[in-house]
């Protein structure tokens, strides 16, 4: 979700440039309110960027969250014995 967010946002800032260059190029509008309306259009953006970055790190939590579960909810090894049997013969070959 956030690289498409930061796509669209980007765009719209792109979008905001273009159509604010044209119009002062026809001089309707000055460098001062391009600058304006480009700050505008960032600060518009930047509560959608939050919600996508926090959205983000949620879906990864749940995910850890997931994998935690599943190891907890693995039933439990028995361990080793305590005493190994001891080879009568001890040669050195592998049978």
Excluded at 11 to 38: E, R
Excluded at 43 to 50: D, E, I, L
């Amino acid at each position: 979700m956030m690289p498409l967010t930061q796509m669209i946002n980007n765009i719209g800032y792109g979008v905001t440039g273009l159509i604010g260059c044209l119009i002062a190029i026809n001089g309707q509008i000055s460098i001062g309110a391009i600058q304006s309306a480009l700050q505008y259009a960032k600060t518009f953006q930047q509560p959608f960027a939050t919600f996508a970055q926090m959205s983000s790190q949620l879906s990864t939590a749940i995910a850890a969250a997931r994998r935690i579960f599943v190891l907890l909810d693995e039933e439990e090894e028995l361990p080793d014995p305590e005493t190994g049997k001891i080879p009568a013969v001890c040669d050195g070959t592998v049978s």
